[in-house]
């Protein structure tokens, strides 16, 4: 007998229990079952990888083996060559159900007839679904996944055959008796792909069936650390409990990053022993590093005009839009999973925040001539006040067009500082970020490891502010000190620098700028200004 393999992270595709470490559907979906009990309609929606096909294929399994229900989970994703061809994409879609209808290992009564019923498009999915549920002996459910793949004419057909259905099942007409339309977008925006607009006053919308919007949230600490545990229970290997608050603090319970950090550190670093917080740390700047498909799905849409509109104001700290245009960007880039909060708009997690600060720094740190060894002094310790010289000579040479050829050009100053810095401390130390909408700030940790006079390990840790400085504004040093103040408390540091760069029309010559002081900050701490 064929012994059984040890199961893993996934990080790729769909979890099979019998494989992957993976957590029960129950505990991530835990109003799906109520609502199908109800026999309502609903969306469920959620960022890619995030373990939304999981599962729906795990509850569908779990619903049949009740055996009141015929749950079958399904992908449209074939469908989305057929454009608005709404008859090509009819037929795609019941290739698909029958096609996983097939391989559901259900007894032959279950199962969809074989050939669907013949009827004239626009109409073939309520037919086939009608003639199903007659013949069934259960309550057929069903989970459309990929529906974000349908578009234009052909997802208003099929969701308006949804619509004329689900109407007709008080007259004794059978069809499902749920659905579920499972994708990476909430309702709103599948009313505007499908031609219509946002709100919900239109009472002919083929929305107007689906009783709630479902989001597939990421893990708690608590489900890290139970999925973590199905590891130390397999193997003995145990991660503690810092690792696995540092894990929840970097992914903030982002379900592919919670397996990519595990699966870097168990399989790609071969680490042995328990996992801690320095090994998790490596592991991230190795999946920063590598760049891998998820996070470049991610970074491919910071152009895309909705996206930069909602990102660029978070990396500059500026105020968001008021306007309804906003607002939907807003939905649209927190589906996507880039972004957390309503209000309060910042980058979902510290990884992201990374990547994305990273990625749209590419351009300018090609400009960096600097060699990084030449920041690291005699006793191993990061040189912050040689790097900011440094970066007042770049900053003369480069700034202005550097500026002119950002995509993102209100966050322009941010972006050029990091990406400078990043080439400096890359490789040596760590960069620890914190950025967010209306806070009119940027804040930045260095944390830099060397070795003591007597070997000891000691970490240095060194803290800056960013602010600009912009037309019409007041100087904002004195803001700027208070809030470099409150960072530094939170850090129990005694000191840091304050970058201000002036983006004001009667600023200083380019040739000019970079006029250091010494100052003090209103809880007397001795700091570092620099203004650019």
Not at 50 to 65: I, R, V
Not at 186 to 197: F, H, I, M, T
Request: hydrophobic share 40%; with cysteine.
């Amino acid at each position: 007998m064929r012994t059984p393999r040890a199961r893993y992270f996934n990080t790729t595709g769909p979890c099979d229990p019998r494989r992957h470490y993976m957590l029960p559907s129950t505990q991530r979906l835990p109003d799906a079952q109520a609502l199908i009990d109800m026999e309502r309609y609903f969306v469920l929606h959620a960022p890619r990888q995030t373990g939304k096909t999981t599962a729906l294929d795990t509850l569908a399994s779990e619903l049949t083996a009740e055996g009141d229900v015929a749950a079958l989970s399904f992908s449209c994703e074939s469908a989305k060559v057929a454009g608005d061809d709404y008859g090509a994409a009819e037929s795609l879609l019941l290739e698909s159900l029958r096609d996983a209808a097939k391989w559901s290992g259900w007894p032959e009564e279950l199962l969809p007839p074989d050939p669907w019923p013949q009827s004239t498009p626009g109409s073939r999915l309520r037919a086939a679904l009608r003639e199903w549920c007659h013949r069934c002996p259960r309550r057929v459910v069903l989970f459309m996944d990929e529906i974000d793949a349908l578009q234009g004419n052909s997802l208003v057909s099929i969701l308006s055959q949804l619509r004329d259905g689900h109407n007709a099942r008080h007259k004794g007409r059978p069809f499902p008796a749920s659905v579920v339309l499972c994708g990476l977008r909430d309702l709103r925006d599948y009313k505007v792909a499908s031609g219509g607009s946002s709100d919900r006053s239109n009472p002919a919308s083929p929305f107007n069936i689906v009783a709630k919007s479902l989001r597939l949230g990421d893990f708690t600490a608590d489900q890290i650390a139970d999925l973590y545990d199905q590891h130390t229970q397999a193997t003995g290997q145990e991660f503690s409990k810092d690792a696995v608050d540092r894990v929840f603090e970097l992914t903030q319970g982002q379900p592919w990053l919670v397996n990519s950090l595990a699966n870097e550190i168990v399989c790609e670093m071969g680490l042995s022993g328990t996992i801690n917080t320095t090994q998790v740390d490596e592991a991230k700047e190795r999946l920063i590093r590598a760049r891998a498909t998820h996070l470049d799905a991610l970074v491919a849409r910071l152009h895309e005009p909705r996206v930069k509109r909602v990102i660029e104001p978070i990396v500059a700290g500026a105020s968001p839009g008021l306007d309804a245009a906003f607002d939907d960007a807003v939905f649209y880039v927190r589906d996507l999973g880039l972004i957390r909060g309503t209000r309060d708009l910042e980058i979902a997690n510290p990884i992201y925040r990374e990547v994305l600060l990273r990625v749209l720094g590419d351009r300018t740190e090609r400009f960096v001539r600097a060699d990084p060894h030449s920041f690291v002094l005699p006793d191993g310790r990061f040189d912050l006040p040689g790097m900011l010289e440094e970066f007042v000579v770049f900053w003369r040479e480069h700034g202005e067009v550097l500026i002119q050829q950002e995509g993102y050009h209100e966050a322009a100053c941010q972006i050029i500082l990091m990406a400078f810095l990043h080439r400096l401390v890359n490789g040596g130390g760590q960069l620890d970020r914190e950025y967010a909408a209306g806070t009119k700030r940027l804040d930045v940790l260095v944390r830099w490891p060397y070795t003591g006079p007597e070997g000891e390990r000691l970490m240095q840790r060194e803290a800056m502010e960013l602010k600009v400085w912009r037309a019409g504004e007041n100087d904002p040093t004195p803001d700027g000190l208070v809030q470099l103040d409150r960072y530094l408390d939170r850090l129990t540091l005694s000191t840091g620098a304050l970058v201000v760069f002036d983006r004001r029309p009667e600023a200083p010559p380019w040739g000019e700028r970079g006029a250091f002081e010494q100052t003090t900050t209103p809880s007397g701490r001795q700091v570092t200004v620099l203004r650019v």
